[in-house]
Structures are given as structure tokens and as C-alpha cells.
């Protein structure tokens, strides 16, 4: 009896020792930058590969996984289920901001951070009160109550915004112009442009509003908008030495995808390249951010065709011309792409539900 007992400590013994030899588990991640391009499915994350003058970011990816976006009421999910799944890691129905499918608010990513100390932000070419940044600060029953959805956002843990729809915080309704309270809410919020990085008070909250409506379209002449205010959004949150977590949406694939315009699809996603590699230039010398790109859902079923056979010609097209097709206006239920960077992103291979997403970022924050 003494042997086995003394065998077992000194196994026990060696099993202590070894595991104290196996090498360290990367750090746990202090910063997470989530960028969500809205309706991009694979033919859109193929946009660098054919009609982009520099090789695509998504090169730069070796973690890659796919998800499955049904909400809990529908097969194909609307951004605000989606949003919802991505931003609190449970199902909801479509329509649902922030809510679960007995309308409770749920706790999002950004709150749980702020809630670790860590620093947040938004930031879109949409309404800042649309769907899929809403997700990640208000708890609403319907997507369409984004007067309702500016007003939490000034009662929310978001730190940094920018993006359009200024028209929801003083053009409202209700005839209420609450960009008034922001300054006693602590935001200083500026409604004509973006300032240079670096010029932001790390101990301030900021908003930036510069369009009444929606931000234009690449193509209007939106400009470099949103890799700006993602590089302003890091440099800004970054001086945070918690850490911060930020969540950059290319808004209008999505819009291209609906209006079947290949033209405007292509524009908004090499747009979005710039600002994936811009958190990819941080992450890459920061070393503790974690990186993760995918969308809502795919919009358009988008597909990058051979060009049409000509009239009265006969065979195969001509398949050195791409000329992009669109099956619906609508979203799809196609699996959608998710590629990470940084410490954990091995965590993003396989094949899962959307809501894995939150939970795969947040076991990783926690250091589970
Ligand atoms: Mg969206
Ligand atoms: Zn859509």
C-alpha cells in the first residue's frame, strides 16, 4: 500500500513537472478588433484577387473558418439577429437588437470589456444607430427604432463612434436635439470631420458624425472615411492601457448587394481592405491584438461569372472576362468566411454557428 501511495506521489510529482515545462500559451488577447463587412460573402471577399491593383489583404490570413448565420426565427438572418448573434453569442430573431427572443437584453462584447476596464468603439458608414453597430451598444425590440437606439448610445460604454446618421440624434421626431446632453454624457462629439490621430484625449469619449444621413458610397465620394476613423478609433483607444476592444463595419457591401451593383460591391470591399489592413499593420506590431473579419451574412448571392455568351453564340462563354452575377436581392444563406489574426485566432478554424464567434472572443479574453 506505502508503494502505491508513493508511486502515485511520484507520478503526480512528474506530471507537475512536465506541465510546468510545456511552453507558455500565447497571451491572452488585450485588444480585439472585429470588422464585419456587412452581406460580404466569398465572391465579395474574392474582390483583391480580380479587381484589386495590390494582392488582397485576405492574404495575409492563415486562420480560416467558416460559419452558419440562421437566426433563432428565420433560415437566412437579418444584420440585427446576426449583429446580435456576432455581438452577445445568442440566437435572436430577426429584427431583435440586443435582445433575446423573449425581448430581455442581453450583454454584449463591448459591455462585458467595458466592464474589465478595457476602452470601446464603433464605427461605420451606415447610420451609427443601424443595425450591426447597434448591436454592439443598444438593446432595442425592433431595428427600426434607431431615434430610440442614438439615445442609448449616449447612455452606452462606447468610448469612440463615428459613422453617419447625425439626423437621428438632432433631427429627430420627437423634436429633441440630444446631441445637447452628449457633452454632460461625456462625449464631445463633432459633426463636420475626422481629426488627425494622435489628437484625442485618451481620458475623453468621442463621437463623430459627419453626414445627416448615411455616410455616401465609396463611389460618391466618401473618400478614405472609414480607414480613417478606424486608424483614428485605434490610435485613440489604444492609449487605453487596459486594453480596448473595436468593432469596424463596412456597412454598404450589404447595399451593393441588394442594388445587384458589382461596380459599387467592388468599390465598398477594396475600401474595407484598407481598413482590415490597417488593424492588421497594429495587430502585427502590437502582438497582444487579436483580429477577426467575417460578415453578418451574404447579400445578393453574389458570384463572379464567366461574361454572357453574345447573341446567336454558341458553347462556353468567354472565360477570361469576369462579369458578376447576383441570384437575389436579397441576403442568402450561404456559410460565410471568418479569418483571425493574432493570439487565438487558431481557435477560428472549423465549421460553426455565428454565435460561436462571441463566444470563441470572449473565452479567449477571459483566458479560458
Ligand atoms: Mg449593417
Ligand atoms: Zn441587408
Redesign the pocket.
Known amino acids: 500500500m506505502k508503494n502505491i501511495l508513493l508511486l502515485l506521489l511520484v507520478s503526480l510529482t512528474l506530471a507537475c513537472t512536465a506541465s510546468e515545462n510545456t511552453p507558455p500559451e500565447p497571451d491572452k488577447p488585450t485588444k480585439i478588433i472585429f470588422l464585419i463587412g ?2 460580404m460573402g466569398l465572391s465579395a471577399v474574392s474582390t483583391g484577387f480580380y479587381f484589386g491593383d495590390q494582392p488582397s489583404v485576405f492574404n495575409r490570413f492563415h486562420e480560416i473558418g467558416l460559419q452558419q448565420t440562421s437566426s433563432a426565427s428565420h433560415k437566412i438572418t ?2 440585427a439577429a446576426s449583429g446580435t448573434a456576432l455581438a452577445t453569442g445568442t440566437l435572436t430573431y430577426n429584427g431583435a437588437i440586443g435582445v433575446d427572443t423573449a425581448k430581455v437584453s442581453l450583454q454584449n462584447i463591448a459591455e462585458l470589456v467595458a466592464s474589465m476596464g478595457w476602452s470601446t468603439g464603433v464605427v461605420a458608414t451606415s447610420t451609427i444607430s443601424h443595425a450591426t453597430p447597434a448591436s454592439f451598444y443598444a438593446h432595442v425590440e425592433q431595428r427600426s427604432m434607431e431615434e430610440e437606439i442614438a439615445v442609448q448610445m449616449l447612455d452606452s460604454e462606447i468610448d469612440f463612434f463615428a459613422g453617419g446618421g447625425r439626423a437621428k440624434f438632432n433631427e429627430r421626431a420627437d423634436s429633441t436635439d440630444i446631441l445637447l446632453l452628449a457633452a454632460e454624457k461625456g462625449f464631445t462629439i463633432d459633426t463636420t470631420s475626422l481629426p488627425a490621430p494622435g489628437s484625442l484625449n485618451g481620458d475623453q469619449k468621442y463621437g463623430f458624425l459627419p453626414q445627416a444621413g448615411s455616410m455616401p458610397s465609396r463611389r460618391d465620394g466618401r473618400g478614405d472615411f472609414l480607414p480613417d476613423a478606424t486608424v483614428l478609433a485605434i490610435s485613440h483607444l489604444s492609449q487605453d492601457q487596459e486594453g480596448f476592444f473595436l468593432m469596424v463595419e463596412g456597412s454598404q457591401i ?2 451593393a ?2 442594388a445587384n451593383d458589382a461596380k459599387y460591391l467592388v468599390g465598398e470591399m477594396l475600401d474595407f481592405e484598407k481598413v482590415i489592413a490597417a488593424a492588421l499593420d497594429f495587430a502585427e506590431k502590437d502582438g497582444n491584438t487579436l483580429v477577426v473579419v467575417t460578415a453578418d451574412h451574404e ?1 445578393g448571392g453574389y458570384a463572379l461569372g464567366p461574361e454572357v455568351p453574345k447573341e446567336g453564340q454558341e458553347g462556353y462563354s468567354d472565360y477570361t472576362v469576369i462579369e458578376p452575377v447576383f441570384a437575389t436581392g436579397q ?1 442568402t444563406a450561404t456559410l460565410i468566411p471568418v479569418f483571425a489574426f493574432g493570439p487565438g485566432a487558431e481557435n477560428f478554424k472549423g465549421i460553426y454557428k455565428n454565435t460561436e464567434i462571441n463566444h470563441k472572443m470572449v473565452a479567449l479574453l477571459k483566458g479560458e
Do not use: A, F, L
Open positions: 456587412d452581406g437579418d444584420s450589404d447595399w448587394g441588394h447579400t441576403h
